[in-house]
């Protein structure tokens, strides 16, 4: 029985590859594909959906630690899917919502135990249009791969894959009118946070809470210029932050992998756990110095894993050393978590957004 | 003498050895007792850096010859040595050599202990061992911190003025930490009690430590994962 289930999850997969491969070749294929635009992603730190009491995170077997690590990992994975498909213009890592976003896709962690990984995720685009909204649910695949050591091992693959699939099905079946629309509305809203009075007119939004352009600042108009400038500028903080996930991605990985493997290893022990005592008991002698030194050394290894892991993530939220961004010959000092960081980079922008509106 | 009363007299004894133990053990090496849930008081402040002071601590060799020593006394006062035949308990086959020279090997290893770090606020504590995993309590409200893996259960919180641990894992070995400060601040106690399934009395090493400095350092260092420590010069 749980051999058919293994082959039909593996043929799932194998299918969902398809599928992904297929569809890449879908977007690809479109004979306009070279001028159709490609919008940017920004993926939210996913979140992590952690219980708030110690008995709670116990009985449905999350460790604060390791969630902590998968909110800021799993997000990075995707993100190198999305750019590794190409379909994609700019995907960017944020440690909250980009105001600005053109394609803002969000998840929470609904389970995570090494042998199955389960993401409630939605994507929508700056019109308000959802673009997918589903749970996505895979099954570890141990897998090799000699090409793409970093992206090809990871056992949950697929389950980013069919992500990818379905944004790039949504995408492929959009048109370039519309494409650029979600283009010219992502910057007029994020202009409209900047001074409202300006930008707000541009929109309109319908009943759904659909967004529209009412109209169009003309090209050369100078607030939307100095607009798109502040938003580069906030790119050029995103981008210093973007370093930063990625590293911590890639020091993260190996222990990552690790762990859930050993998560894989200790699940699929629980299930002939009676049947592995007893051998147990046949090779130490229960009481004897090597049992009681293995049973303490396993609950060591446990309790090490964990706590080198919750360093790693001290190591990480550590990693907020001052930034440095000059901006019109002015160096700016940010401090603090990454999150605070781009709250202040935003709040300069927006003070020095404010006092140009008011000089005359 | 028929057997019946030779089992009923040695239970005998062996209660009024239990309860005179008990007793002792009480006063010396207090079992761990039950973790309070309702604590009104503030939270000693262990924090610093120990080693360990061997004087005052047990010596693992004499302790084991009197745990040795006693068991046989209690349990054949007429046998000269544990052998592999000795059993615990009213019939049952427990507590054999090699189990009982195992938990006291067992223990030993994991009693030694030279060096301490304790880390700690109003919401946690955390003891760093040598080669070792770190003893971990969250305290806040002063409820008791529970940590479950496959392997098994770390329980810890306060009884009065002293932190309790309590590893509960397979195989039936439960091992609970006592740790005191002494009220000077200066001296810290470590009991740790060492039981398993297997053996029918636990195995109690009392170990003291003092604190000592570690020269001040100008430099600060934090640990971050692109740049690894990442230090700066404090004060001047």
């Known amino acids: 029985m749980n051999k058919a289930k293994n082959i039909a999850s593996v043929l799932s997969c194998v299918c969902t590859l398809l599928l992904y491969c297929l569809g890449s070749g879908l977007v690809q294929a479109q004979p306009s594909n070279d001028e159709r635009p490609l919008l940017d992603v920004s993926i939210e730190i996913f979140a992590m959906n952690l219980p708030q009491d110690a008995l709670t995170q116990q009985a449905e077997d999350v460790y604060p630690a390791v969630r902590q690590t998968e909110a800021r990992y799993l997000p990075s994975f995707l993100k190198l899917i999305l750019e590794e498909s190409g379909t994609w213009g700019a995907v960017r890592l944020l440690p909250e919502p980009d105001s600005g976003a053109e394609l803002q896709i969000s998840a929470s962690i609904v389970s995570s135990n090494g042998t199955q990984l389960e993401l409630a995720l939605i994507a929508r685009d700056a019109t308000g249009r959802i673009w997918a909204e589903k749970t996505y649910t895979g099954t570890a695949v141990e897998s090799v791969s000699l090409n793409q050591p970093l992206l090809g091992t990871d056992p949950f693959l697929y389950l980013y894959q069919s992500i990818a699939y379905d944004l790039a099905e949504m995408a492929s079946s959009l048109s370039s009118a519309q494409l650029n629309e979600i283009k010219s509305v992502a910057l007029l809203q994020y202009a409209a946070l900047l001074a409202p009075a300006v930008f707000t007119p541009y929109l309109s939004s319908d009943e759904n809470n659909m967004i529209s352009l009412a109209r169009l600042p003309a090209d050369n108009d100078p607030f939307l210029q100095r607009v798109k400038q502040i938003r580069e500028h906030e790119y050029v903080f995103i981008d210093v932050v973007d370093e930063q996930y990625e590293s911590f991605f890639v020091t993260i990985k190996p222990v990552y992998d690790l762990w859930r493997r050993y998560r894989r290893e200790q699940i699929a022990s629980e299930i002939d756990k009676i049947n592995r005592e007893m051998r147990q008991s046949n090779d130490l002698r229960r009481g004897s110095y090597m049992s009681l030194l293995e049973s303490y050394n396993n609950f060591r290894w446990a309790r090490m894993q964990d706590q080198y892991l919750d360093e790693i993530s001290e190591g990480f939220t550590n990693e907020v050393l001052p930034t440095d961004i000059t901006l019109e010959d002015s160096l700016y000092h940010l401090s603090g978590t990454l999150e605070e960081q781009y709250q202040e980079w935003k709040s300069i922008l927006k003070e020095l957004y404010e006092l140009d509106e008011q000089s005359p | 003498m028929n057997n019946l009363t030779f089992i009923n007299l040695s239970l005998n004894k062996l209660l009024v050895v239990l309860l005179a133990a008990g007793l002792l053990s009480a006063c010396a090496t207090p079992e761990p007792s039950r973790i309070s849930e309702e604590v009104t008081y503030e939270v000693v402040d262990m924090s610093g850096n120990w080693e360990k002071d061997y004087q005052l601590s047990d010596d ?41 020279i195992g938990l006291a090997r067992f223990t030993e290893e994991i009693t030694r202990m030279p060096l301490l770090q304790i880390e700690q606020d109003r919401a946690r504590m955390r003891i760093k061992r040598e080669d070792d995993f770190a003893l971990l309590c969250e305290f806040f409200n002063r409820q008791t911190s529970v940590t479950q893996t496959p392997f098994g259960t770390e329980e810890c919180g306060w009884n009065g003025e002293q932190l309790l641990f309590m590893l509960y894992l397979t195989d039936g070995l439960r091992i609970f930490y006592q740790v005191t400060l002494s009220p000077n601040g200066q001296q810290l106690n470590i009991t740790t009690t060492v039981s398993s399934a297997t053996v029918s009395t636990p195995l109690t090493i009392s170990n003291y430590y003092r604190r000592y400095d570690i020269p001040e350092s100008d430099i600060d260092c934090i640990l971050t994962l692109t740049r690894n420590n990442v230090c700066r010069r404090v004060g001047n």
Do not use: H, K, W
Not at chain 2, 79 to 95: D, L, Q, V, Y
């Open chain 2, 60 to 100: 693992f060799e004499t302790e084991f010859n009197l745990y040795m020593f006693d068991i046989q006394r209690r349990l054949n006062p007429q046998s000269e040595n544990i052998n592999r035949s000795t059993t615990f308990g009213s019939g049952a086959a427990i507590g054999n050599r090699e189990s009982v």
